[in-house]
């Protein structure tokens, strides 16, 4: 299993980002994707999550109406929309993801994800 992350960089307060999750070696392409953020010093903090029908999403409060959750058609890879970014939204993204072999999760809890990315810098500035 796989997940490479890509489309983060430096944007400025108010832009907008596109990040990309590319997922590999799922047997039955995953149950849940999420994307979770990072700064240093801190655990990953959950800031979405979707299931892999595309019907359910999960958000965190605090990126909830400027950041969007999504998956192409073929399910393999998954999208974090970010708009109206904030300083508070700079930090490393990691994508994680979740197979159906596994029950009931919480979707925006690290603990439920057994497959990560190395992660996708952004950094916001005013």
């Known amino acids: 299993v796989q997940l490479v992350e890509s489309g983060g960089g430096s944007a400025r307060t108010g832009d907008s980002l596109r990040l990309t999750c590319t997922t590999s070696?799922?047997?039955?392409?995953?149950?849940?994707t999420a994307w979770f953020r990072q700064t240093a010093g801190q655990r990953p903090d959950g800031v979405a999550a979707?299931?892999?029908?595309?019907?359910?999403?999960h958000y965190a409060d605090f990126v909830k109406g400027r950041f969007t959750i999504s998956r192409d058609g073929h399910k393999n890879t998954a999208f974090l929309q970010m708009n109206d970014l904030q300083s508070e939204g700079s930090g490393l993204y990691f994508c994680?993801?979740?197979?159906?072999?596994?029950?009931?999760?919480?979707?925006?809890?690290?603990?439920?994800?057994?497959?990560w990315g190395r992660g996708t810098p952004v950094t916001v500035s005013s």
């Open positions: 070696g799922f047997n039955k392409s995953w149950k849940y």
């Open positions: 979707l299931i892999a029908s595309g019907i359910l999403t």
């Open positions: 994680a993801a979740v197979s159906w072999k596994v029950g009931q999760i919480e979707p925006l809890d690290e603990n439920s994800y057994p497959n």
